[in-house]
Nanobody
């Protein structure tokens, strides 16, 4: 079964930046809403940012607003999460998620059609 593939994670100092990429080979990306979710061991998975399928509306959760930017490149079947001013509490495994349904909000709960394997982000000095 095909699934999205994340990359771009790594170790960064507080205040630094990373850009996560989500490749979606085998998908027609403009048929999908895209979400970036993250999980810390022992905690529930949480939504970070989402972008809708049709009108590319974007949604951000909590403190990510103003620091993170989600984008999509349908022509190249790619999605991105630009993360700036990273904080230690941003440390987590980040997942790219694709859903056939339209997004009107961003939530990690419930069913999602396709998950990537995750990419680890560590923010530490």
């Amino acid at each position: 079964q095909v699934h999205p593939v994340e990359s771009g994670g790594g170790l960064v100092q507080p205040g630094g930046s990373l850009r996560l990429s989500c490749a979606a080979p085998g998908f027609i990306l403009d048929h999908y809403s895209i979400g970036w979710f993250r999980q810390v061991p022992g905690k529930e998975r949480e939504a970070v940012s989402c972008i809708s399928r049709a009108d590319t509306s974007t949604y951000y959760a909590g403190s990510e607003r103003g620091r993170f930017t989600i984008s999509r490149d349908n022509a190249n079947n790619m999605a991105y999460l630009q993360m700036n001013y990273l904080k230690p509490e941003d440390t987590a495994v980040y997942y790219c998620v694709l859903d056939r349904r339209e997004y009107y909000y961003c939530s990690a709960s419930g069913h999602h059609d396709y998950w990537g394997q995750g990419t680890r982000v560590t923010v530490s000095s």
